[in-house]
C-alpha cells in the first residue's frame, strides 16, 4: 500500500497568483545563498565535529528545508482573499492526474479525506486554513464520483477530536490517533474488500 498526502497543496494557495507547479510559493535554489555547510568527510565521525556542524546549521537557521525554498508567509489577513483568488483547480487537476495514472498502471486506488480541526483560541488562520482543506476535500469525493474510485468520508464523520491531534497542530495526529485512523481506514477498507 502506498499512501499519498496532498494537504501541503493549500499552502501554495495563499501565495500570489496560483501555478501550476506551485513555483508561485516557492524560491528558487541558489547554491552560493542557500548552500549547506560543507561536511569534512575525514572528521564526519568525531562528536566534535559532529556537534559543531549542528550548531552551525541551528545559527543559519537550516533545521527545516521550508527555510530555504518558501517563501515567506503572506499575513494571515491575507489568506482569505488569496484562498478565494487561488480556487481549487489545481489541486483538483493534480489529483485527477494522479488518480488517472495509477489506474492506467492497474492500481486500486482509494482517496481518503484530510482530518484538519482548528486549535482555536488565538489560532484564526486555522479556520481559513481549514477551510483550503475542506474544499480539496469536496473536490477529493468529487473526483473519486467522477472517476469511479472509492471515497472513504467516513473518517471525517468519525468524531476524531483534539485529542487525536499534536496539541500545537491541526492535521498532524498523536500516537493514538494514528491508531485510531489505521483501524477506521482497515474497518472501511474491509467492509469494501479492499483489504483483499
Not at 496532498?6 to 506551485?22: A, C, S, T
Not at 489568506?79 to 481549487?88: F, K, T, V, Y
Not at 494514528?178 to 472501511?188: C, G, Q, S, W
Request: hydrophobic content about 45%; aromatic content about 10%; overall charge neutral.
Amino acid at each position: 500500500m502506498i499512501l499519498y498526502v496532498g494537504i501541503n497543496d493549500v499552502h501554495p494557495r495563499l501565495f500570489g497568483e496560483l501555478k501550476l507547479d506551485y513555483s508561485n510559493s516557492r524560491i528558487a535554489w541558489r547554491p552560493d545563498e542557500n548552500a549547506l555547510p560543507e561536511v569534512d568527510p575525514r572528521l564526519a565521525r568525531a562528536y566534535a565535529y559532529r556537534y559543531l556542524t549542528l550548531v552551525r546549521l541551528e545559527q543559519r537557521a537550516f533545521f527545516h528545508i521550508d527555510r530555504l525554498v518558501q517563501k515567506p508567509y503572506p499575513a494571515a489577513a491575507e489568506w482569505d482573499a488569496a484562498l478565494a483568488r487561488n480556487g481549487s483547480g489545481v489541486y483538483r487537476r493534480h489529483l485527477e492526474d494522479l488518480v488517472r495514472l495509477l489506474r492506467a498502471q492497474g492500481k486500486r486506488v482509494v482517496v481518503v479525506p484530510q482530518v484538519f480541526l482548528a486549535r482555536g483560541g488565538g489560532f484564526a488562520a486555522d479556520a481559513v486554513f481549514g477551510r483550503g482543506v475542506d474544499e480539496h476535500n469536496r473536490v477529493d469525493e468529487a473526483v473519486a464520483r467522477e472517476l469511479g474510485v472509492d471515497f472513504v468520508g467516513g473518517v471525517l464523520t468519525a468524531g476524531f477530536g483534539r485529542e487525536d491531534l499534536l496539541p500545537a497542530d491541526p492535521c498532524h495526529f498523536t500516537p493514538a490517533g494514528h491508531e485510531r485512523m489505521a483501524a477506521l481506514l482497515f474497518d472501511l477498507f474491509e467492509s469494501r474488500g479492499i483489504t483483499r
